[in-house]
């Protein structure tokens, strides 16, 4: 019987994103079990991929999420604490999830 490998499953609360010209990184970290001074979070999981895959997953991620939002009726809002730390304006915020006609499945 042929070895089975096991994927790697990570937790993430928090991620990172850095980038240059040919494709970007983003971080994924979690917060330490006890926060405190001097206490910051650990890296994860380190993911590169090309600006292409990322606006790729991005689409898939969101057509997801609308998804399960109208067949479910529940909505996962983000505060807008959150959105500020950002530097993400709540108008853009709303644009970004408003489907034009054409996404809708």
């Not at 990570?10 to 330490?32: C, E, H, R, T, W």
């Not at 009726?73 to 853009?92: A, N, R, W």
């Amino acid at each position: 019987m042929a070895e089975q490998s096991e994927t790697p499953e990570f937790y993430s609360d928090q991620f990172m994103v850095s980038g240059g010209p040919y494709g970007l990184v983003i971080n994924f970290k979690a917060s330490p079990p006890e926060p405190g001074p001097g206490k910051v979070p650990d890296t994860v999981a380190r993911v590169r991929m090309s600006y292409e895959l990322v606006k790729t997953l991005t689409f898939v991620m969101c057509r997801h999420i609308k998804k399960i939002e109208r067949d479910t009726g529940v909505t996962y809002p983000v505060p807008g604490k959150v959105l500020s730390d950002l530097g993400v304006g709540m108008e853009d915020w709303q644009a970004f999830w408003k489907s034009p006609p054409e996404f809708r499945e």
